[in-house]
């Protein structure tokens, strides 16, 4: 009896066969299929879809992968099926491409799991790229024979930047700041200042704290050595209750190109707190006669600071009439597209109008002008109407540019004309002649050799903002001084 039993449990258990599973390698040719003829080939999948992943490969060093799922199809076809193809092409600087080959360890019985749910597989292994467009094409195996069209399916996938809940945890946004977490408060401490407290990093030591409501009111450089909590006073000049506050910190692995952090001025919390009138009139009383001659003799300092301010500021006016009535100068910013308008060319713009008193023009804020004159005779009458002529070189990747920056389709960036081609070469003449060439000046942000086909450009004063700043400014000062008061006008 026991060995009846037996012999109907081992033909039961021989009954249900096992369920499909992957085993995934590369293939980098076409496949062996494709070179034999088949009658009957699998038809294509049900759905395809991608998502990236956080892989972790060592302590503290993580992987971001592809995770690609698909669906098959619920029809008599999927008993041919042996094997599934993925490639994926990625499109950045440089183009990529590499395939895996998905083989079924078992031959498909049914149409549906046993359980009722449809076959849903996936694979885990395409390396992901910062701000990278994939393409991603899949087809079952074996494939339509040759001359015949096959069935496939693709989705298009493009990864995010370094502020993404899963791309942040790559090495190179690391290393710019995706994991740090400054904790920023500031808040209004009277009308001419604002307190900003935040958390250092080990990445570096260098920040700066700048205030903006529409303009920018208050900035401030910070030196911190120490992994703590610090804080900086920065002066303003505007209204700052409820403006922004942005802490840019300037790390050795990602040095002018660091992921800024941001945060909203508040009122300062109130320290003190009023006395009440009748539980403290006795304490009041015994206080009088120590407080008035405080008073007089606080009083008397206030009038002696007030009178001495004073006297400074006439002495400062009549020593220096002119300086007050020095105009600010005009320049003429060119810039080529791959720079980022909004990190580079917009901070370059405000470091111009609050340090080096300029006016600058920029094509982007005179579309419509540009529309009308076109972009010769726009150019030609803003390098006329300029004092300085600065092109703008970037040698250095924006790591956190992302869609908001203007990648975008249908974006200012996409749409606007490269307008820096037109200008070299428009007023390259000018270049070679001593009589214009201290109109025009190069500046980087950091020492680079300039491009081949801008190699003009080195007979221009070049200034590189992280070391020259300086200089730079009192060049252009420079220019202000030896300007006619009445050539503004």
């Known amino acids: 009896m026991s060995l009846v039993l037996l012999s109907l449990a081992a033909l039961c258990s021989g009954a249900v066969p096992p369920e499909p599973t992957i085993q995934c390698g590369s293939e980098t040719g076409p496949s062996p299929e494709w070179m034999v003829r088949h009658t009957l080939t699998p038809g294509d999948l049900r759905n395809l879809r991608v998502e990236s992943v956080k892989s972790s490969v060592a302590v503290e060093d993580y992987s971001i992968l592809m995770n690609i799922s698909w669906i098959l199809r619920a029809d008599a076809s999927i008993r041919l099926l042996k094997a599934t193809k993925i490639c994926v092409t990625g499109k950045n600087n440089f183009q990529s491409y590499s395939c895996v080959r998905c083989n079924y360890t078992e031959a498909f019985q049914t149409q549906t799991r046993p359980s009722g749910g449809k076959w849903t597989f996936s694979y885990i292994g395409f390396p992901v790229e910062l701000n990278t467009h994939y393409f991603i094409g899949a087809h079952n195996i074996p494939n339509a024979n040759m001359n015949e069209d096959g069935p496939s399916m693709s989705v298009n996938f493009t990864s995010p930047g ?17 994991l740090w977490d400054p904790n920023i408060t500031a808040c209004k401490k009277n009308e001419k200042t604002v307190e900003v407290n935040f958390t250092t990093s080990p990445l570096g030591n260098r920040y700066m704290a700048l205030i903006q409501s529409n303009i920018v009111i208050g900035i401030s450089d910070v030196l911190e050595n120490k992994l703590n909590r610090t804080s900086v006073l920065v002066p303003v ?15 050795h692995t990602c040095g002018n190109d660091c992921i800024r952090r941001k945060g909203t001025v508040e009122l300062c919390p109130q320290t ?38 004073w006297r400074h500021e006439k002495i400062k006016k009549t020593s220096f009439p002119s300086a007050m009535l020095l105009p600010s100068i005009k320049i003429l910013v060119v810039y080529p597209s791959e720079i980022c308008f909004h990190h580079t060319v917009c901070y370059f713009t405000e470091f111009l109008q609050n340090h080096c008193r300029s006016e600058v023009i920029l094509d982007k804020w005179q579309k ?64 070679r002649s001593q009589t214009h060439l201290h109109k025009y000046m190069v500046v980087c942000f950091r020492e680079a050799d300039t491009r081949d086909d801008y190699n003009a450009l080195s007979l221009c004063p070049k200034y590189c903002l992280m070391k020259d700043a300086p200089a730079f400014c009192t060049e252009l000062l420079h220019v202000e001084q030896h300007v006619p008061v009445g050539k503004r006008f």
């Open 162 to 178: 370094c502020l993404d809940r899963v791309m942040k945890y790559k090495r190179k946004c690391i290393e710019a700041g995706s």
């Open 237 to 251: 000049n505007g209204e700052s209750e409820g403006a922004v506050v942005q802490l840019t910190p300037y790390f």
């Open 272 to 309: 003190g707190v009023p006395f009440s009138l009748d539980n403290n009139r006795s304490v009041s009383s015994g206080w009088m006669p120590l407080v008035l001659p405080a008073l007089l003799v606080a009083t008397w300092v206030l009038a002696i600071g007030i009178y001495l301010t």
């Open 368 to 431: 419509k002008k540009i529309a009308e004159m076109g972009p010769v005779q726009w150019l030609t009458t803003q390098k006329k109407a300029a004092d300085k002529v600065i092109f703008l070189l970037s040698n250095i990747v924006n790591t956190v540019c992302d869609g908001t920056c203007g990648k975008s389709k249908g974006s200012p960036q996409e749409n606007s004309q490269d307008l820096f081609p037109l200008a070299f070469n428009l007023f390259c003449s000018d270049l």
